[in-house]
């Protein structure tokens, strides 16, 4: 896995790398990190080749569109008029890079459904319940929940999976006032979202967000990419409405795992993604940007 070149020359230094994101930091700039969305493409927690050409540009334009639009407060850096001016961004990465506060993270992610589908169908099917909720016995896969869910988990070690928690055991993480804070934001954050969301013909069905405290004012802030394609899982509300086998077509990498499942048996190295195959997700992550931004 390769990472861009941050040069030195403006002081970033490449720090890590997840499976699709990377980070800088800078010596000068203590507070503040860079945070670049590549174009590479995970799945079955392998990262695939080749990446999906344009895909890092495209979940920080949406995230960035969010930010504009969500009432809470977030990690971007922004310009202080009375302090010293913020590091140059490398010109070739600055359509997919964030520059943003350093915070203090809370190992919980955030996970908010408001429709039945993923893994919470397989586990309604098998207990009636989703994280553990119990929720009423008829549902179908892709059913409206009667009330969005709030089913946080446990953001493992790097190269673990994170593991779902109740909102007891997030309290004995992170204390009662973090954890009823983390969930009353994500509730709302995923209410406005989802509003907003409607407006343009698109139904939020699922999302996930991380949040950190700003170590200076110690407030609850909203970070990393948000209400993405990666994050979310977003359906076309008319093509929902008509039913039918494409009513829970998402706009996001689901060709690409269907497209794995049939011709991948997960031992070794998954094989190399077809171009049609590659274009055709390109092209979701396009037509959700399109329909949201327009």
Not at 140 to 157: C, N, Q, S, V
Request: overall charge negative; some cysteine.
């Amino acid at each position: 896995m390769t990472v861009p070149d941050a040069h030195a020359t403006l002081g970033w230094h490449h720090v890590y790398s997840g499976k699709v994101r990377d980070l800088y930091e800078h010596p000068q700039h203590p507070t503040l990190m860079l945070v670049v969305a590549s174009d590479r493409v995970s799945a079955f927690d392998h990262v695939l080749e080749p990446g999906i050409p344009g895909k890092g540009a495209l979940l920080t334009q949406l995230t960035r569109w969010w930010f504009d639009r969500l009432a809470v407060p977030n990690h971007l850096a922004v310009v202080d008029p009375d302090g010293p001016a913020l590091p140059e961004v490398p010109a070739e990465l600055a359509d997919r890079a964030m520059l943003v506060r350093r915070l203090d993270m809370l190992p919980i992610e955030c996970v908010v459904r408001g429709y039945l589908t993923g893994s919470g169908w397989a586990e309604y099917q098998a207990s009636g319940t989703v994280c553990g909720i119990p929720l009423p016995a008829g549902l179908r896969d892709g059913d409206r929940l009667p009330e969005p869910l709030y089913t946080p988990a446990f953001k493992a070690p790097l190269g673990e999976h994170d593991e779902n928690i109740t909102f007891e055991r997030s309290v004995e993480l992170v204390g009662d006032a973090a954890a009823t804070q983390l969930r009353d934001a994500s509730l709302a954050i995923f209410s406005a979202a989802s509003a907003i969301a409607a407006e343009r013909g698109v139904l939020l069905a699922d999302t996930k967000f991380e949040f950190g405290t700003d170590p200076a004012a110690g407030v609850l802030t909203l970070a990393d990419e948000v209400l993405t394609s990666d994050s979310s899982r977003y359906w076309d509300a008319a093509l929902y409405a008509a039913g039918g086998p494409s009513r829970m077509d998402s706009f996001d990498k689901q060709i690409v795992r269907d497209w794995l499942a049939a011709n991948w048996n997960k031992q070794g190295e998954p094989p190399a993604l077809p171009p049609e195959i590659v274009e055709r997700t390109a092209a979701r992550y396009r037509e959700l940007i399109d329909r949201l931004c327009a």
